[in-house]
C-alpha cells in the first residue's frame, strides 16, 4: 500500500500498517526488514489420526476373522514389550558412557593434580579440564548442526506429534543417533543438562520407529512388514514410547504412563492405558536389570531403577536399630502434602478473584482505548 504526497494521508497509512501482526505483514509483502519476514512452512502438516469410514474400510473390517484380529492384538503387544526393552537399553548405553567419559576426565585430570600439586603446575591441571569439557560440548555441538530437530529435550516436539503436527525429521533414526550421541558428550561435558529430558524423545523416536521396521535414513533397512502402517498405529507406539522414556529416566512407570496421558496425548483409550503400562514397566524393568548387574555385579538385584537416582539408602549390616523411616517421617510426608494441597487451593482462588477482576474492571477499559486508537480519523 503505498501513502499519498500528503502529510494526513501518510500518519492514516502508516497507523494502519502498524496494526497488523507480522505473519498478515509477510502474507501482503509488505514486511519492513529480512527480521521481519516469517516464512510459512510448507513442510509443516497435520497426520491423519481420524478413520475414514468408507465402504472399502468397512468391506476390510468385515473381512478381518476372529483368528487375524487376535493376531494383530499379539502382535501389537510384542511391539510394546520390544519398544519397552530397547528404550531400557538405550538409557543403559546412555548411562554408562556417560559413567567412562566421566571416570576418563576425572582419573586424568585427578592425577595431573596430584602430580602438579608438588610441582606448582596447578593452571595445567585446569587446562587440561578445560580441554576436555571443551571437546564433548564440542562434539555435540556438531551433532547438533548434523540434526537440529535433535536440539533441547525433545518434549515440545513430541507434544506436538502426539497432538497432530508432523514436525520434519522429529522421529527420524538419524534424529535419534544425534540425540543419543549428544546426550552423553553434554552430560560427560559439564554441562547444565540431563540424560532425563532427551530420554523422552529418544523413546517416542524407538516407538515410531520400531513398529516400521525400515528407515529414511538407512534404505537398506526395509522388511517386509504388513502391520501398523497408519498415523493411529504409530501415534499410539509413539505415545508408549514417551512413557517408557519417562518410566526410565525416573523409574516410574506409573509416572510414566500418567506423563504420556496426561501431558503428551490427546488421543487415548482404556486398550492404551494396559500396553503404555506395559512397555513402562517393561523399559524399567531393563535398565534396572542391567544397571544393577554392570555397576555391582549383582544380576536381579535391582538396586537402581532409573538413571535420576539419589543414591542408595539402606541400614548398616547386624545393626538392628536402623529404620529407614519412622512414624515421626510419615508424618512431615503427610504435611507436606496438605501443605501443597492448600497452596494449590490459594492458587486457584487467588487465579479465580484476578480473572473476575480482570473481566470487569480493565477488559471493558480497553476495549474503549482499543476503540479509541482504531477509530478512523476521516
Not at 80 to 93: D, E, R, S
Not at 136 to 159: D, T, Y
Request: charged share 20%.
Amino acid at each position: 500500500m503505498a501513502c499519498c504526497g500528503n502529510c494526513f494521508c501518510c500518519k492514516c497509512c502508516c497507523r494502519e500498517s502498524e496494526t497488523r501482526t507480522p505473519e498478515e505483514l509477510t502474507i501482503l509483502g509488505e514486511f519492513q526488514s529480512e527480521e521481519d519476514e516469517i516464512l510459512p512452512r510448507k513442510d509443516y502438516e497435520s497426520l491423519d489420526y481420524d478413520r475414514c469410514i468408507n465402504e472399502p474400510y468397512v468391506e476390510v473390517l468385515e473381512g478381518i476373522s476372529n483368528k487375524k484380529a487376535r493376531q494383530y492384538e499379539a502382535v501389537r503387544w510384542v511391539m510394546v514389550f520390544a519398544i519397552g526393552v530397547t528404550v531400557g537399553l538405550v538409557g543403559v548405553f546412555v548411562d554408562f558412557f556417560v559413567h567412562i567419559f566421566t571416570k576418563l576426565k576425572f582419573s586424568v585430570v585427578g592425577d595431573s593434580v596430584e602430580r602438579c600439586t608438588d610441582q606448582g603446575c596447578l593452571p595445567v591441571s585446569l587446562l587440561e579440564l578445560l580441554a576436555f569439557n571443551l571437546t564433548f560440548v564440542l562434539l555435540a555441538s556438531v551433532l547438533v548442526l548434523i540434526e537440529p530437530v535433535a536440539a533441547g529435550s525433545g518434549i515440545p516436539e513430541i507434544k506436538s506429534y502426539l497432538n497432530g503436527v508432523k514436525i520434519p525429521g522429529i522421529v527420524r533414526l538419524r534424529t535419534f543417533l544425534c540425540k543419543v550421541a549428544g546426550v552423553v558428550f553434554s552430560v560427560a561435558g559439564g554441562l547444565f543438562v540431563g540424560k532425563e529430558g532427551p530420554m523422552i524423545h529418544s523413546g517416542a523416536i524407538v516407538g515410531a520407529g520400531l513398529p516400521q521396521f525400515q528407515s529414511i535414513t538407512f534404505k537398506w533397512i526395509k522388511l517386509n512388514f504388513p502391520y501398523f502402517r497408519t498415523d493411529r498405529d504409530k501415534r499410539d507406539f509413539v505415545s508408549a514410547g514417551a512413557a517408557a522414556g519417562v518410566a526410565a529416566a525416573f523409574g516410574a512407570p506409573i509416572g510414566g504412563t500418567l506423563f504420556s496421558l496426561e501431558e503428551g496425548s490427546s488421543f487415548w483409550n482404556q486398550a492404551l492405558t494396559w500396553k503404555v503400562l506395559f512397555c513402562s514397566m517393561s523399559a524399567t524393568f531393563t535398565l534396572n536389570f542391567f544397571r544393577s548387574g554392570i555397576y555391582f555385579n549383582k544380576w536381579g538385584s535391582f538396586q537402581l531403577p532409573g538413571l535420576l537416582n539419589f543414591g542408595e539408602f539402606k541400614c548398616s549390616d547386624g545393626d538392628k536399630q536402623c529404620h529407614l523411616w519412622t512414624a515421626v517421617d510419615l508424618s512431615f510426608f503427610v504435611l507436606m502434602g496438605v501443605v501443597g494441597g492448600l497452596l494449590g487451593a490459594l492458587f486457584n482462588c487467588m487465579n479465580k478473584c484476578l480473572s473476575k477482576y480482570r473481566m470487569k474492571h480493565i477488559l471493558p477499559k480497553a476495549r474503549v482505548i482499543r476503540g479509541t486508537l482504531w477509530r478512523d480519523p476521516m
